[in-house]
């Protein structure tokens, strides 16, 4: 029997990575068993999962028998502990690296989590009576990586997926992820998201390997019924992403304050999250002509709602201002319905958004160059827009057609899989 381990760090649960939902069917008809190991414990389960799928849940974080087992760990795990300390200290000081204080502690606590999670991980595999021909699969190149690369049962293989959150170091609040040449050595596959992804990381761990795969993340084009567009009188400018830091929504706002143009603009944010009040704070004080700009806090939108509204709303431009991605998942979705896009050139996005498709900025841009480039998409002509739009579908069905990218990252693993087995 072949079995799937899938370590997420929301999913099923909470509104976090929706993304993978566009992935999940694939996988999961590809095993006759699969366990998802979820490390939200808080919310409810939002996704739902086909019968062939166990869902457990686990955060080494808070966890009340992980943190009374602490000394149990450090006496269990002591060389292991003591080889991966000095191993990461090795490997960054040949790369030029001095780890701080602050680097030490969180490289302890990483460790111990990742311990944590292995322990957890074997024994729902104790529970389950499986002990081969699995495929260990995180979908974050963090603790759930950190953890599998740990683990060793005969013929199953171990791999994870990486972002850009979990791979671009220097664009992260600690600038430090620790324990990356570790995995990179102890995965038997690493599926990239992006080309950039997977060139940063091999320059920063000083390691090529065939197994390092440019794998990219897909969306589906729903079927939906065929229905006209509700056309709006104003120009309509759609962001989606939560409401954090790196997502850098007040510079949307900031810019559509000073944006020159004839045109009336409706500004329509989806997601919610820690910054929500303080953004609709600035936007009350900033956008205080509706005549002008109007603008809605969508909230959280279920995604399948978000898709609807794409697909029977005129939408005219889709605006991405993150100081760091891999390839955003939004884009695609908006790409799919043939919106155009602004974006920051970061990590991965150069290869989703084109001069066919939309427009690139420096990640330092200036709130007055966001501006101008609105001012110039509202100016556009009718067949000016309509090529946009083509470029933006062909694109999206070329390169991040989820049924052709999920086929093919199932081949691939199986590729890796059955010379094990």
């Given amino acids: 029997m072949r079995t799937?381990?899938?370590?997420?760090?929301?999913?099923?649960?909470?509104?976090?990575?929706?993304?993978?939902?566009?992935?999940?069917?694939?996988i999961s008809e590809s095993f006759d068993k699969t366990l998802v190991i979820a490390q939200n414990i808080r919310e409810k389960q939002t996704r739902e999962t086909p019968g062939n799928v166990s869902v457990y849940r686990y955060n080494t974080a808070t966890s009340f028998l992980g943190f009374i087992s602490f000394p149990v760990i450090l006496l269990k795990n002591s060389v292991t502990i003591n080889n991966l300390f000095k191993e990461e200290v090795s490997f960054r000081k040949s790369s030029g690296k001095h780890l701080t204080i602050g680097n030490l502690s969180a490289l302890f606590k990483k460790i111990i989590k990742a311990i944590q999670l292995r322990d957890y991980i074997a024994d729902i595999l104790k529970k389950e009576n499986l002990d081969a021909s699995i495929v260990f699969y995180s979908y974050w190149l963090k603790t759930g990586a950190h953890a599998i690369s740990m683990l060793n049962y005969p013929k199953s293989i171990k791999i994870a997926r990486a972002h850009g959150s979990d791979i671009y170091e220097e664009k992260t609040?600690?600038?430090?992820?620790?324990?990356?040449?570790?995995?990179?050595?102890?995965?038997?596959?690493?599926?990239?998201?992006?080309?950039?992804?997977?060139?940063?990381?091999?320059?920063?761990?000083?390691?090529?390997?065939?197994?390092?795969?440019?794998?990219?993340?897909?969306?589906?084009?729903?079927?939906?019924?065929?229905?006209?567009?509700?056309?709006?009188?104003?120009?309509?400018?759609?962001?989606?992403?939560?409401m954090v830091p790196l997502k850098r929504i007040d510079l949307i706002i900031k810019a559509l304050e000073i944006?020159?143009?004839?045109?009336?603009?409706?500004?329509?944010?989806?997601?919610?999250?820690?910054?929500?009040?303080?953004?609709?704070?600035?936007?009350?004080?900033?956008?205080?002509?509706?005549?002008?700009?109007?603008?809605?806090?969508?909230?959280?939108?279920?995604?399948?709602?978000l898709l609807k509204f794409y697909s029977s709303s005129k939408v005219d431009l889709f605006i991405n201002t993150s100081s760091t991605e891999g390839v955003p998942v939004s884009i695609m979705e908006a790409q799919c319905f043939g919106i155009p896009v602004i974006a920051t050139d970061t990590g991965g996005v150069r290869e989703i958004v084109t001069s066919e498709t939309g427009s690139l900025m420096s990640t330092d841009f200036a709130v007055e160059d966001l501006a101008e480039l609105i001012k110039h998409y509202t100016g556009l002509s009718y067949d000016e827009t309509e090529t946009i739009r083509i470029n933006s579908i062909n694109?999206?069905?070329?390169?991040?057609n989820a049924v052709s990218n999920y086929t093919d990252f199932i081949i691939k693993v199986n590729s890796i899989l059955v010379p094990v087995i």
Avoid at 4 to 13: D, E, G, K, W
Avoid at 215 to 241: H, N, Q
């Fill in 259 to 305: 944006v020159s143009t004839e045109k009336k603009i409706e500004w329509l944010h989806f997601g919610d999250g820690a910054l929500r009040s303080e953004l609709e704070d600035l936007a009350a004080n900033r956008l205080q002509h509706p005549d002008k700009i109007s603008y809605r806090f969508m909230g959280h939108f279920p995604n399948d709602e």
């Fill in 395 to 400: 694109n999206w069905n070329s390169h991040f």
């Fill in 4 to 26: 799937l381990v899938l370590i997420t760090s929301n999913f099923p649960f909470g509104t976090g990575e929706t993304f993978i939902g566009s992935e999940f069917p694939f």
């Fill in 173 to 242: 609040l600690t600038r430090f992820l620790p324990l990356l040449k570790f995995t990179a050595l102890n995965m038997n596959a690493i599926f990239f998201v992006s080309a950039d992804g997977k060139e940063y990381f091999e320059k920063k761990v000083d390691l090529q390997n065939p197994r390092f795969i440019v794998s990219r993340l897909g969306v589906s084009k729903p079927d939906f019924e065929a229905s006209e567009l509700k056309k709006s009188e104003r120009f309509v400018i759609v962001s989606c992403s939560n």
